[in-house]
C-alpha cells in the first residue's frame, strides 16, 4: 500500500502504470497464497457452523471461495495485465501517428461508406500503373 491506497501487484512494487507485468514465478506464488489462505479461512468458517451436509457445504465452500480470491486475482493478474494492454495501445497510437505513407499509396479514413469506397477503389483502378525496372 502506498498513501493510503492499494496499488496493483507488480515487479519491484511499481504500480500497473509502467506497462510491467510481474513475473510468472512470482505471480504464480502470489496466487497460491491467495487460494491457500482464503480456502483456510473458509474451511474455518465452515468448521464453525453447524453441519450443513456435503452438498451444501461444497457449495458454500466454492462459493465462499470465490467471492474471497476474486478481488486479489484482478488486483495481482487483471490489473498489471490490463496496464500493459493499454501501454501497448497508446504505443500503437503513437506509431501509427508518425507513419509516413509511401509514394501511391492511398488512405481510405474510417468509418467510410459504400459510395466512398467506389470511388476509392474506382480513383486507384485509373491510375497509370508505375514500370517496373529489373
Known amino acids: 500500500m502506498r498513501g493510503g491506497r492499494l496499488t496493483p501487484f507488480a515487479p519491484g512494487g511499481e504500480s500497473q502504470s509502467d506497462g510491467r507485468v510481474p513475473r510468472p514465478t512470482r505471480l504464480f506464488l502470489t496466487i ?31 462459493s465462499l471461495l470465490t467471492l474471497l480470491i ?35 499509396v492511398m488512405l481510405l479514413e474510417k468509418p467510410f461508406t459504400g459510395d466512398k469506397l467506389a470511388r476509392a477503389v474506382r480513383e486507384a483502378l485509373d491510375r497509370p500503373t508505375a514500370s517496373v525496372t529489373r
Do not use: C, K, N
Not at 497464497?33 to 464453525?48: H, R, S
Not at 493478474?77 to 509514394?103: D, F, K, N, Y
Open 70 to 104: 476474486a478481488p486479489f486475482l484482478w488486483w495481482a493478474v487483471v490489473l498489471p495485465l490490463r496496464g500493459l494492454a493499454l501501454g501497448e495501445m497508446r504505443r500503437a497510437e503513437t506509431i501509427s501517428q508518425h507513419v509516413v505513407l509511401g509514394e501511391g
Open 32 to 62: 497460491l497464497v491467495i487460494v491457500f489462505g482464503a480456502e483456510t479461512l473458509v474451511m474455518l468458517v465452515i468448521g464453525a457452523l453447524p453441519r450443513l451436509g456435503d452438498r451444501a457445504e461444497a457449495l458454500l465452500d466454492a
